[in-house]
């Protein structure tokens, strides 16, 4: 059974600062990874998509690697701002069609 | 932003009775999702349905029925409901082909109480 997990469960870090979210998955074989954005009270947005045999998809201020064979992630948000303030989670994709387990995201801060 | 609506966006009721959330889409995409979302547990897949009358399971689905007469429609049913029923359901949809991105509508907030 595949199991995602994302470190630190918060962050705080002050405005302007680059930081790094990981992620982490047991089982490799994976169809592709996405990051999601959620803010409270809603629902989530999707913020970048790797596919399997891709190595990095970026957008803007943010930068998603994917390492499959050591099942790991990252994602990488620059100059960070205080509306980046959310909650970011990740989740993996076994076949076609998203059956997507989630990992339980972090929570992240930025302080003005 | 992807047109789902999720209806009723917030609902308390009681033990045992029947509750129905509804999940319409309005991009015509093949796979619709009900995931619930628990504190300690994160997201998790209810069912699923990758067609029109083509529904499966998810890893917890035990207590939840759905259906599917229509592409733009997904209905969650709890039959019976109970208190670990709490919880904060969302809809989700993807497109075949579109590399899978997938969509979130806002979420239906019930409490059984």
């Known amino acids: 059974k595949q199991e995602v997990t994302q470190i630190p469960a918060a962050l705080s870090v002050p405005e302007g600062e680059n930081l790094v979210l990981n992620c982490s998955f047991t089982?490799?074989?994976?169809?592709?990874l996405q990051w999601f954005r959620q803010d409270p009270g809603k629902g989530l947005t999707s913020l970048l998509l790797?596919?399997?045999?891709?190595r990095e998809q970026t957008s803007g201020r943010l930068n998603a690697s994917l390492d499959k064979s050591s099942g790991r992630s990252t994602l990488y948000i620059a100059a960070s701002q205080p509306g980046d303030s959310a909650t970011y989670l990740c989740?993996?994709?076994?076949?076609?069609?998203?059956?997507?387990?989630f990992g339980e995201g972090t929570q992240l801060t930025v302080n003005p | 932003d992807a047109g789902i609506t999720q209806s009723p966006r917030h609902k308390v009721t009681e033990t045992g009775t029947p509750v129905t959330l509804r999940c319409h889409q309005t991009?015509?995409?093949?796979?619709m999702y009900w995931y619930r979302q628990d504190p300690g547990h994160g997201l998790r897949l209810i069912h699923y349905?990758?067609?029109?009358?083509?529904?499966d399971k998810g890893e917890v689905s035990d207590g939840y029925s759905v259906s599917r007469s229509k592409t733009e429609d997904f209905l969650l049913t709890l039959e019976s409901a109970t208190s670990s029923q709490t919880s904060v359901y969302f809809c989700?949809?993807?497109?075949?082909?579109?590399?899978?991105?997938?969509?979130f509508g806002e979420g239906s907030w019930l409490t059984v109480v």
């Open positions: 989700a949809i993807s497109a075949e082909g579109s590399g899978n991105t997938i969509y």
């Open positions: 089982d490799s074989a994976i169809y592709n």
């Open positions: 790797i596919q399997s045999s891709q």
């Open positions: 989740a993996v994709g076994k076949t076609s069609g998203s059956r997507l387990t």
């Open positions: 991009e015509n995409h093949r796979y």
């Open positions: 349905s990758y067609g029109v009358k083509d529904t």
